[in-house]
Nanobody, 118 residues
């Protein structure tokens, strides 16, 4: 299984970015897909996840500004980020999780850097 993110970059405060992720190499649909982020010197934290039933979980710091979606091809997930703040600067990682099937079915991308700065 390969998980590949795209869409990171430099954006000014208040701006928007859209991240995309695709997980390939399996015929199974991932039960949960989502995004986590890690800022320099900080632990990785939840941004947003969505399961196949459409249930969404957002991190407190992004709720109301970011929107996760899985309305594209199977095993793809997107993150629309609006109202970006400098504190949103981080490496954003996509996660594809089928641990409901087997505990080692937990896959991560290499990350995409989002920098919010004027």
């Amino acid at each position: 299984v390969q998980v590949v993110e795209s869409g990171g970059g430099l954006v000014q405060p208040g701006g928007s970015l859209r991240l995309s992720c695709a997980a390939t190499g399996t015929a199974l649909e991932f039960f949960i897909m989502g995004w986590y982020r890690q800022a320099p010197g900080k632990q990785r934290e939840l941004v947003a996840t969505m399961n196949t039933a459409g249930r969404v979980n957002y991190g407190n710091s992004v709720r109301g500004r970011f929107t996760i979606s899985r309305d594209g091809a199977k095993n793809t997930v997107s993150l629309q980020m609006n109202g970006l703040k400098p504190e949103d600067t981080a490496v954003y990682y996509c996660n594809a999780d089928n641990q409901i099937i087997r505990s080692d079915m937990d896959y991560w991308g290499k990350g995409t850097l989002v920098t919010v700065s004027s």
